[in-house]
């Protein structure tokens, strides 16, 4: 199975981060389903070009959280989640990633109105103009 996860090389977000809160959201929104079965830690590394050690980490803090069980001998599997609980997750991950953004931003010595810009440039370049 290959997962629709994006790394991006040049984002100050950590890796492993990036990979979790994509995997995260891929589960509490519903397009990964319970019992799913994950690439193993090793599949997982080799296909996003990063250490084994980074998706451990992924898979436990996943797991932690209560969206991934691991069984031995079979492998990692997304958990049984709680759909209202999920959509909390996933507002707190985004929120948590826009914050990452704007930190960034400001950490470039970007002005309000210049990271308001870009932030508004990308929402119409994915969300299309609204009216």
């Known amino acids: 199975m290959r997962l629709p996860i994006q790394i991006n090389e040049n984002s100050a977000e950590p890796l492993y981060h990036q990979i979790e809160s994509q995997l995260r959201a891929l589960i509490v929104s519903g397009q990964l389903l319970e019992n799913t079965l994950l690439p193993s830690n090793r599949e997982l590394a080799q296909s996003l070009n990063c250490s084994l050690i ?56 970007l002005t309000r109105h210049e990271l308001e810009e870009v932030i508004r440039h990308e929402l119409d370049r994915r969300y299309g103009k609204q009216q």
């Not at 969206?67 to 001998?73: M, S, V």
């Not at 049984?80 to 960034?104: M, N």
Request: overall charge negative; hydrophobic content about 45%; proline content about 0%.
């Open 54 to 109: 980074t998706i451990r980490r992924v898979y436990q803090d996943l797991e932690a959280e209560g969206l991934l069980r691991t069984r031995q001998g079979s492998g990692t599997f997304v958990a049984k989640v709680d759909t209202d609980a999920g959509s909390k997750k996933l507002l707190q991950t985004a929120e948590a990633a826009v914050e990452a953004a704007i930190e960034a931003g400001m950490a470039a010595g």
